[in-house]
T-cell receptor, first 115, second 113 residues
Framework: GAGVSQSPRYKVAKRGQDVALRCDPI?????LFWYQQALGQGPEFLTY????????KSGLPSDRFFAERPEGSVSTLKIQRTQQEDSAVYLC?????????????FGPGTRLTVL | GDSVTQMEGPVTLSEEAFLTINCTYT??????LFWYVQYPGEGLQLLLK?????DKGSNKGFEATYRKETTSFHLEKGSVQVSDSAVYFC????????????FGKGTRLSVIA
C-alpha cells in the first residue's frame, strides 16, 4: 500500500518568504507528527495531531511555524518569513493509533534551503 | 525531559564483523524503545522495537534488548554486510506519557568489503 508522502521534496526559499510543506499520511492513520532534522542530527519533534486536533505543538521553534490538519488527513506545515536557521529536512510521520507503542511510518522528507 | 544518547560515529567495519551500537536513555515512566535506520537516499524506516523491559526486538539479523536496570537498548548484529551501511537512530516514545519520538543523534555505519 501507499506510504507517507510529502511534497515538495526540495524547496529553496529566499529569506523572508513564506513556505508550505504538505504531508499525506497513510490512509486511516489517526496520529500525524512533524519533525525537523538538521544536518547530521537526529529528528526533533515539532508538533503532533490526533485526527484533526493538534494535541502538542511544544516543539515548534517560533510563532512563525504553524501546522494544520483540518480534516484529519492531509497536513500542512507553514513557515512564515523564513530564516536561514530554518534550513533543514522536515519529516512527517503517521501511526495507526495514538499509542506510544505504535510504529511511526516516515515520509521521505522535504529538504528546505533558505538562502 | 526525556533523552537518548547513542555512540558517536562514524563506525567503519569489515564485512562479517560483529556490530554493537550503544544506546542509553533517560525517561520517566516506561517508554517504548526503537531503532530506526536511514539508508543512503531513503527515508527513516523502523528496524526493530521493544515495548517493555526484557523484551528483545529483532529484524534482518539485528537485535536489541530493553534493559530497564541499565536504561539501555544496544543494537547488535553478528555479521554485518555492505548493504547494512546506513545511519542508525535510537529513539524512545511514551517516556513521560508523550507519544512523539525522542531521537538520538544517529550513528553512521560504513561496512567495507
Amino acid at each position: 500500500g501507499a506510504g507517507v508522502s510529502q511534497s515538495p521534496r526540495y524547496k529553496v526559499a529566499k529569506r523572508g518568504q513564506d513556505v508550505a510543506l504538505r504531508c499525506d499520511p497513510i490512509s486511516g492513520h489517526v496520529s500525524l507528527f512533524w519533525y525537523q532534522q538538521a544536518l547530521g542530527q537526529g529528528p526533533e519533534f515539532l508538533t503532533y495531531f490526533q485526527n484533526e486536533a493538534q494535541l502538542d505543538k511544544s516543539g515548534l521553534p517560533s510563532d512563525r511555524f504553524f501546522a494544520e490538519r483540518p480534516e484529519g488527513s492531509v497536513s500542512t506545515l507553514k513557515i512564515q518569513r523564513t530564516q536561514q536557521e530554518d534550513s533543514a529536512v522536515y519529516l512527517c510521520a503517521s501511526s495507526r493509533t495514538s499509542g506510544d507503542t505504535d510504529t511511526q511510518y516516515f515520509g521521505p522528507g522535504t529538504r528546505l534551503t533558505v538562502l | 525531559g526525556d533523552s537518548v544518547t547513542q555512540m558517536e560515529g562514524p563506525v567503519t567495519l569489515s564485512e562479517e564483523a560483529f556490530l554493537t551500537i550503544n544506546c542509553t536513555y533517560t525517561a520517566t515512566g516506561y517508554p517504548s524503545l526503537f531503532w530506526y535506520v536511514q539508508y543512503p537516499g531513503e527515508g527513516l524506516q523502523l528496524l526493530l522495537k521493544a515495548t517493555k523491559a526484557d523484551d528483545k526486538g529483532s529484524n534482518k539479523g539485528f537485535e536489541a534488548t530493553y534493559r530497564k536496570e541499565t536504561t539501555s537498548f544496544h543494537l547488535e548484529k553478528g555479521s554485518v554486510q555492505v548493504s547494512d551501511s546506513a545511519v542508525y537512530f535510537c529513539a524512545l516514545s511514551g517516556g513521560s506519557g508523550n507519544t512523539p519520538l525522542v531521537f538520538g543523534k544517529g550513528t553512521r555505519l560504513s561496512v567495507i568489503a
